[in-house]
């Protein structure tokens, strides 16, 4: 009688990154926040800041180099460190088949590390995705500096390249405390790294998989995600419309020739909203843009709420930064990532319905899904510590820092 073979994996394996301390706050948040089915990482050259991550691995970067200290915001201290503990980094990123990087710009391990760890993952053939803060305003034109010049070297390393300015964070609301600020800072970071992930990993009405992700993000460089909730009347065109013009974003979404677009609701959404909701998004693209769609029925939505998350890549000249060359997705035993198969999905995948819109222009639509109902937490801010490493609380000046996580 012929064996049957284990049941083979179904979802990609997703890892997530926090080189510095504004990517160990970030990690604290999602893992507090139950973010699920991705495996997180913290990168350091501070010793007492890895000791309060609460991340299931942990990479003392640059022993040798700073001795357990951090690297005064000097973005080259935070790359040597990187390389002096590369062979660890591609261990802990081995097997992986997505690997997002979220940090804050700005300081030096963040600054420094995160282009070697990126480098490091596309290498092993993985999926990279950045989501990145840049510097309030009024932490100085230095600061600022580091963080452009860390965003070049950045995009040239990564898949796609989703950056969010801090100052956006204080524009979206003139009551803003400090404290929700910087709250809310590590929470778009999560609606970002989960938003994504959850693609993947949360069957849907109409779903999604690996492969569809990459089709849209791989080698698009700078990318764009936002997302709206709305209830009443006309909640799914408001929703749409808050997604893409969300004031977090730090460009247009207009132009864009990758869209993945996913709505969320309660069993009471129709076919018409989501009609509505995707000639609102269709319509603010390229006519010929790749638009993955993929629908949902979510119990954690409030009654009557509609919740719509895009992603957009694909933007012509967008950043000038970077030229993000595409690069052979092939790592050191000729492999892609944790899982061939998932990769040679990706050009098969192409085959889906074909959706005209209003100007007869054809629209490839393939499917996806959203993230969970965004969250904050309460941010310590009894201890204020004062010394010269700014980077290892991300992008908060020494006159105005929180006290680490616990």
Not at 28 to 56: C, P, Y
Not at 126 to 148: C, D, H, S, W, Y
């Amino acid at each position: 009688m012929p064996k049957v073979n284990p049941e083979i994996e179904a979802f990609a394996r997703i890892k997530v990154v926090g080189p510095g301390g504004s990517g160990r706050n970030a990690i604290n948040h999602m893992v507090r926040s139950k973010v699920g089915g991705v495996e997180f990482i913290v990168a350091n050259t501070d010793a007492q800041d890895l000791h309060n991550s609460l991340a299931s691995r942990k990479i003392h970067i640059g022993k040798n180099l700073t001795r357990g200290l951090g690297t005064g915001m000097n973005p080259e201290l935070g790359r040597r460190a990187a390389e002096e503990t590369k062979e660890e980094i591609q261990e802990a990123l081995k097997g992986a088949d997505m690997v997002f990087i979220a940090s804050g710009m700005g300081g030096g391990t963040g600054t420094g590390a995160a282009p070697i760890i990126a480098k490091t993952a596309r290498e092993l053939g993985a999926l990279t995705i950045a989501v990145v803060t840049k510097p309030f305003f009024f932490e100085g034109a230095q600061r600022m500096n580091i963080a452009e010049k860390g965003l070049e070297e950045l995009e040239n390393e990564v898949d796609a390249l989703i950056i969010i300015p801090n100052d956006k964070l204080l524009n979206s609301s003139k009551d803003t405390t400090l404290l929700s600020a910087f709250a809310q800072c590590d929470e778009v970071l999560r609606q970002a790294v989960e938003g994504i992930s959850d693609l993947i990993t949360t069957p849907g009405l109409i779903n999604v998989d690996f492969a569809d992700i990459r089709a849209v993000l791989a080698d698009a460089g700078t990318a764009l995600m936002g997302i709206g909730v709305a209830s009443g009347e006309n909640r799914a065109v408001e929703a749409a419309q808050m997604a893409i013009n969300s004031p977090l974003l730090d460009i247009s979404i207009t132009g864009a020739r990758g869209v993945l677009f996913a709505i969320a609701g309660s069993e009471d959404m129709t076919m018409n909203e989501i009609q509505e909701a995707a000639k609102v998004i269709t319509e603010s693209v390229d006519s010929n843009a790749k638009v993955i769609f993929g629908a949902i029925i979510d119990p954690k939505l409030r009654k009557g709420e509609i919740k719509i998350t895009v992603i957009a890549s694909g933007f012509p000249e967008a950043s000038g930064r970077g030229s993000n060359q595409k690069r052979e997705r092939v790592g050191q035993a000729g492999k892609r990532g944790g899982d061939e198969t998932l990769f040679a999905q990706a050009d098969e995948k192409l085959t889906d319905a074909v959706r005209k819109d209003k100007d007869g222009a054809e629209r490839a639509i393939w499917n996806s899904m959203p993230s969970e109902k965004p969250r904050a937490v309460p941010v310590n801010r009894d201890e204020e510590k004062a010394e010269e490493d700014d980077d290892d609380l991300g992008v908060i000046p020494s006159f105005l820092r929180r006290s680490k996580l616990r």
